[in-house]
């Protein structure tokens, strides 16, 4: 059995998002590195999100645990815990992160900066809730609205902000460094305005009814960081 935490992303995560940047965006140059996402992590400016994939069994453990030798290190840890309660029954489990989404905070704008997820992963409703804990986290930040750039050929990427609110407001002309694309500049209303929370709160429903409760959410807190 296996669900989803969105949580704030740790420094032990990186490897895994770095996994997933090169896979969501190849092109990109210059390429982000481990030493970039740990200066992120410690921007008091930048909050950076992972949704995990929690597994309760090692045959739902995915094939990264096996490559990096979690799964023989949660075995040892399990050998040496049951060694000093041999009554206890030990749950093995590990995290594996399938999609990751970081924006900043600059006075009362919140400006998203990636939203990526595996793409044995997609469709199933991750970019979505990472969106949706982004625009949380924005509001309780006191960010009046939400704001992001978007390459015009990622048709799906804008129907889903389009989905949340988020209206075109311009072009920035060649504003991607791999091959000249313009990126549409998105942003939504007011975020604290009714209108805009009556909309986000039957989304954020609709999303919960759809993916049957699979989506665990750890950020409420981060914004206090």
């Known amino acids: 059995m296996s669900y989803y935490i969105v949580r704030q992303m740790q420094e032990s995560d990186i490897p895994q998002v770095l996994e997933i940047d090169r896979e969501a965006f190849p092109t990109q140059w210059p390429r982000p590195t481990y030493s970039t996402f740990k200066q992120e992590l410690r921007n008091r400016l ?11 069994n090692r045959q739902d ?21 049951a060694s000093k309660a041999a009554h206890r029954e030990i749950a093995p489990m ?23 997820v595996r793409r044995a992963y997609q469709r199933r409703g991750i970019g979505e809730r ?23 050929s990622n048709v799906p990427a804008q129907a889903l902000y ?3 609110g988020f209206q075109r407001v311009g072009v920035r002309r060649a504003y991607y460094t791999d091959n000249g694309e313009d990126a549409l500049l998105m942003t939504t209303d007011c975020i604290t305005s009714d209108s805009f929370q009556t909309l986000f709160r039957q989304l954020k429903r609709h999303h919960e009814l759809k993916w049957g409760g699979l989506f ?7 914004s206090g960081r």
């Not at 453990?61 to 815990?81: C, M, N």
């Not at 590990?94 to 990526?116: C, K, L, P, Q, R």
């Not at 990472?130 to 978007?150: D, F, G, R, Y």
């Open 130 to 152: 990472l969106l949706i804990s982004i625009i949380e986290m924005a509001a309780q930040m006191n960010a009046k609205v939400v704001t992001l750039e978007v390459r015009v």
């Open 61 to 81: 453990i995915p094939s990264y645990a096996e490559k990096t030798g979690v799964w023989s290190k949660l075995r040892g840890l399990k050998q040496f815990l």
């Open 216 to 222: 665990l959410d750890e950020v409420s807190a981060l």
């Open 162 to 164: 389009e989905k949340y």
């Open 46 to 56: 930048a909050y950076y999100l992972v949704a995990v994939r929690q597994c309760a």
């Open 94 to 116: 590990t995290s594996y992160v399938v999609g990751v989404a970081g924006f900043w905070i600059m006075v009362d704008e919140a400006h998203i900066t990636t939203i990526a």
